[in-house]
């Protein structure tokens, strides 16, 4: 591709990040904003649960769509610069450095849940309602049934992931088979063997798109059975602090990035 297309891909690549990003930034005051309202009903005794559970489910299902949108507007820039989504230079050095096949695990999605839920709702709402107990004590409860069904969720995410990690240690180790290494050493000395060696490459970045799909649909499909699990108040509680874990995550390794002078970093 020519330099100036290039140039244009990386462009849009990181356009679309950042995108997303703000994307972030207004959802995650969107949750919270919802928290803060169903708190202020409940410490009032003015609460609708049915209305309040409508209104909290939309936002759940309003978070979703907005990943789906991200993970399909940037497969299609991936099929014109694939490796640039694995090492993203429009991240922080952190946040690279925690990216699984150009995202994050979705194991962690469930580890996240169990890690703002609890047991005993009924034993702390009295205390919430009189003030002493925060948001996310109210939400916390998780019921056997979501326990068992969260665990289940978590051993078949966690088996697929061991699994597309496995593929992608595959795709590395052919880099280095013999085919690849032969058309390396023979492009030394035989000018059409830069072509050969191009479309070998070519093929092994069609299978890193295929894996990048694959594993964002397993985010995707990790997000969808874990919100279906939790109660719509639990849901927009878990998507407000992952949001706001994820942008944390991001600033913290800006400011890293800039005390170590790696000011190229966005």
């Not at 916390?140 to 240690?169: F, N, V, Y």
């Not at 499909?221 to 509680?237: D, K, Y």
Request: charged content about 30%; glycine content about 4%; proline content about 2%.
């Amino acid at each position: 591709m020519a330099e100036g297309g290039s140039s244009s891909d990386h462009a849009a690549s990181e356009r679309c990040f950042l995108e997303w990003i703000k994307l972030q930034e207004e959802s995650q005051r969107e949750l919270f904003e919802a928290l803060n309202a169903v708190e202020n009903r409940a410490n009032s005794n003015l609460q609708n649960s049915e209305e309040t559970e409508r209104q909290l489910t939309m936002l759940v299902d309003k978070s979703i769509e907005q990943f789906q949108d991200y993970t399909d507007r940037r497969m299609q820039l991936a099929k014109n610069d694939v490796s640039a989504f694995f090492a993203p230079v429009w991240c922080s050095t952190r946040e690279t450095s925690l990216l699984w096949i150009a995202g994050c695990r979705p194991s962690l999605f469930v580890r996240l849940a169990y890690s703002l839920t609890g047991y005993e709702l009924e034993t702390r709402v009295a205390e919430f309602l009189q003030g002493t107990k925060p948001m996310e004590e109210l939400a916390g409860e998780l019921s056997p049934r979501q326990m068992e069904q969260l665990d289940s969720l978590q051993m078949r995410t966690i088996k697929e992931e061991e699994r597309l990690t496995s593929k992608l240690a595959r795709m590395q180790e052919e880099m280095a088979d013999q085919t690849v290494v032969g058309i390396a050493i023979r492009s030394m000395k035989e000018e059409g063997a830069n072509e050969e060696l191009e479309k070998a490459l070519e093929k092994q970045d069609g299978k890193m798109l295929k894996l990048i799909q694959q594993a964002d649909e397993l985010r995707i499909r990790s997000l969808n059975e874990l919100t279906e699990i939790l109660r719509p108040l639990q849901a927009v509680l878990f998507l407000a602090f992952s949001k706001k874990l994820h942008l944390s995550v991001r600033e913290w390794g800006q400011r890293s990035d800039r005390r170590h002078g790696r000011v190229g970093n966005r």
